[in-house]
């Protein structure tokens, strides 16, 4: 009885070390890297569904709604970057990055050249066929939950429209 006890403690420790250095302990870097393609895949795809020249419709802040006095478009790219015109002249530009999974879904808005150089907008953002929609928070910079403007608050919803 003796002998199959320590048999059987020796089989599985023995079953344990190989499955560990195999690779079935940890996922293997092929599962890593489908990992990471997958993310750099639904990435992409937010991209290209975000992508195009946006007009600003209407400014939602402190709980009132207006149109802009200006004309104001943006130009967002396959590659996530993007630059703001107002009135056909280069505002400010830079770079978006999404969380396209979350609901609402998220995204970093990556000031890199123009008014607001330096400064990351935390928002959520959806989009229609032609209508798109990004809230983000004015003062303080965390991201919002809602797409609703209140008087009193930070937050800013953006309607735009596709051109």
Known sequence: MKYFLFTHWLVMCLVSIFFSTTGFAEPTDGANQREVDEEENVQQRAREKYAGIWRIETIASKGNTSEPDKRIIINNKVDGTWTLFID????????????????????????????????????????????????????????????????????????????
Do not use: M
């Not at 530009?93 to 970093?108: A, H, Q, V, W």
């Not at 959806?126 to 939950?145: A, I, K």
């Open 88 to 163: 056909d002249e280069e505002f400010s530009s830079g770079t978006n990055s999404f969380g396209p999974t979350c609901e609402p879904k998220e995204i970093d808005i990556s000031i890199t050249s123009g008014e607001g150089q330096g400064k990351v907008l935390q928002g959520i953002y959806e989009v229609e066929e032609s209508v798109r929609r990004l809230c983000f928070q004015g003062g303080t910079g965390s991201r919002p939950d809602s797409f609703e403007s209140f008087y009193g608050d930070e937050s800013v919803v953006v309607t735009f429209v596709r051109e």
